[in-house]
DNA sequence: CTAGTGACTGTTT
DNA sequence: AAAACAGCCACTA
């Protein structure tokens, strides 16, 4: 494994329970603020060492459609996140304005 | 080293 | 409002 997914990997276990980061946040705190995309590939390859439910797509600002497209992965997340206290809309999303994380220093 | 790919995102149709 | 485009950067073959 790459020092840069520690790093990912790293970040995400400091998003608390019960909140939730962008694929954008997670990068620019692991210091690759242009490749989110690096992130969902590092997210797709945890094995479960860090809490994945944790990190989401952008587009859940307003309506909140977590960005899994494997819709068996989509629901595992889901149930994840219910079960730490996450309340999803009724369009399957997450307001971002209640459940995103504040990381320290933003 | 080159080419293809994607759990992303902002912009443009 | 939804879909297509175009940058993006590390990983793999």
């Given at each position: 494994m790459g020092e840069l997914y520690r790093r990912i990997y790293a970040v995400v276990r400091t998003?608390?329970?019960?909140r939730v980061a962008t694929y954008g946040q997670v990068a620019e705190l692991a210091g690759?603020?242009?490749?989110?995309r690096v992130v969902g590939y590092a997210m797709r390859a945890c094995g479960g060492r860090?809490?994945?439910?944790r990190v989401v797509g952008r587009?859940?600002?307003?309506?909140?459609?977590?960005?899994?497209?494997d819709p068996v992965g989509a629901a595992e997340q889901r149930r994840r996140l219910e079960r730490e206290g996450v309340r999803f809309t009724d369009?399957?999303?997450?307001s971002l304005a209640r459940y995103g994380w504040l990381p320290p220093g933003a």
């Amino acid at each position: 494994m790459g020092e840069l997914y520690r790093r990912i990997y790293a970040v995400v276990r400091t998003i608390p329970r019960g909140r939730v980061a962008t694929y954008g946040q997670v990068a620019e705190l692991a210091g690759i603020p242009r490749a989110p995309r690096v992130v969902g590939y590092a997210m797709r390859a945890c094995g479960g060492r860090v809490p994945w439910q944790r990190v989401v797509g952008r587009r859940s600002r307003t309506l909140g459609q977590v960005t899994i497209k494997d819709p068996v992965g989509a629901a595992e997340q889901r149930r994840r996140l219910e079960r730490e206290g996450v309340r999803f809309t009724d369009t399957d999303g997450i307001s971002l304005a209640r459940y995103g994380w504040l990381p320290p220093g933003a």
